[in-house]
Nanobody, 129 residues
Framework: QVTLVESGGASVQAGGSLRLSCAAS????????MGWFRQAPGKEREGVAA????????FYADSVKGRFTISQDVAKDTLFLLMNSLKPEDTAMYYC??????????????????????RGQGTQVSVSS
């Protein structure tokens, strides 16, 4: 079992930045992939970014590429999402997720993040224009 707890969500103005954090605990050694997905009211879940815990390769949705950066502090079992140049359309609940399966190997891997086995409770990001 892996437990994930997100933090860092806030209300910001367009063009601003935020850094989300996700503290992982439990059997984290078994995790192959970690990532972030988001869900806005009335919309489908959208995979935002993923990272391969084995080779640290990263994957991004086209909608955030060049603006968001996923990273991790392996020693502290913490995942981050740095979000720059935020837009109103980035407003959503952001979830941290993890999976033991190799779902983060090829281009487009961020799309699989909403399917990951383990997920946190979410942290709200609101961007005003």
């Amino acid at each position: 079992q892996v437990t994930l707890v997100e933090s860092g969500g806030a209300s910001v103005q367009a063009g601003g930045s935020l850094r989300l954090s996700c503290a992982a605990s439990g059997k984290t050694y078994s995790v192959y992939c970690m990532g972030w997905f988001r869900q806005a009211p009335g919309k489908e879940r959208e995979g935002v970014a993923a990272i391969n815990n084995r080779n640290h390769k990263t994957f991004y949705a086209d909608s955030v590429k060049g603006r968001f950066t996923i990273s991790q502090d392996v020693a502290k079992d913490t995942l981050f999402l740095l979000m720059n140049s935020l837009k109103p359309e980035d407003t959503a609940m952001y979830y941290c997720a993890a999976d033991k399966s190799p779902l983060c190997l090829t281009d487009g891997a961020s799309e699989h993040v909403p399917l990951y086995t383990f997920r946190g409770q979410g942290t709200q990001v609101s961007v005003s224009s």
